[in-house]
């Protein structure tokens, strides 16, 4: 079974070199990712992404908003749209982006943030807001969404720039092309957790 012989072989390296037990699981979870991401990357980024939403809502529900009723329901949202749109969008994204912009240099990596944060993230900001509110299912919701992104659009393109802008620099000049939408769903805990709140602020005040 290859999944056991990986398991193996991560154990005697982790003996051989020492590790501590808590490096050695992070080998054993690094291979079984990387022996599914070969057989099902879509399905694997897309899982990875709706977990990572899901934890960024949990995040700001309870450290940042500090509610005293937790909306289940919301996080569920984050993590649909997580799952369908977030997760399927960015590895055809950044498979566009690795095509068009060959090269593993850092003006390579530039250009590529500035596609990134100039093309595409000013379209998929509205996107992914407006997805929320659809999965919502109301005609309020809608017109709440459409209400807060006149008012909230600015500071959720800037937030988005803040955060992405280094992170992408880094994905595309260092991080392996099959783990960028990984890498972009562990910087995403931030992004979710600080999208969550602004566009759950004019639901909640």
């Known amino acids: 079974d290859p999944s056991r012989t990986i398991e193996r072989g991560a154990g005697a390296r982790g003996r051989a070199c020492g590790c501590s037990p808590m490096a ?3 080998r054993r979870v690094a291979g079984v990712y990387d022996r599914l991401l070969g057989s099902a990357p879509l399905r694997v980024k897309s899982a990875s992404s709706a977990l990572i939403a899901g934890f960024g809502d949990n995040l700001c529900q309870n450290a940042v908003e500090q509610r005293e009723s937790y909306d289940f329901a919301r996080t569920a949202r984050f993590m649909l749209v997580g799952g369908v749109l977030v997760g399927p969008t960015l590895h055809a994204w950044y498979e566009v982006l690795a095509t068009r912009i060959p090269g593993a240099t850092a003006m390579a ?14 379209v998929f900001v509205p996107v ?6 659809a999965v919502e299912g109301s005609q309020a919701a809608l017109h709440d969404a459409a209400t807060r992104l006149r008012k909230d659009y ?3 393109l800037s937030g988005n720039i803040a955060i992405w802008t280094p992170a992408m620099f880094i994905s595309f000049w260092r991080v392996p092309p099959s783990y960028r939408v990984l890498f972009a ?3 995403g805990i931030a992004w979710n957790t600080y999208a969550s709140w602004v566009i759950g602020k004019r639901v909640t005040a």
């Open 24 to 26: 050695v699981a992070a």
């Open 109 to 122: 990596a530039a250009k590529r943030v500035a596609l990134d944060q100039g093309v595409f993230a000013p």
């Open 128 to 133: 992914f807001t407006m997805s929320l509110a």
């Open 154 to 156: 600015v500071d959720l």
């Open 185 to 187: 769903n562990i910087v």
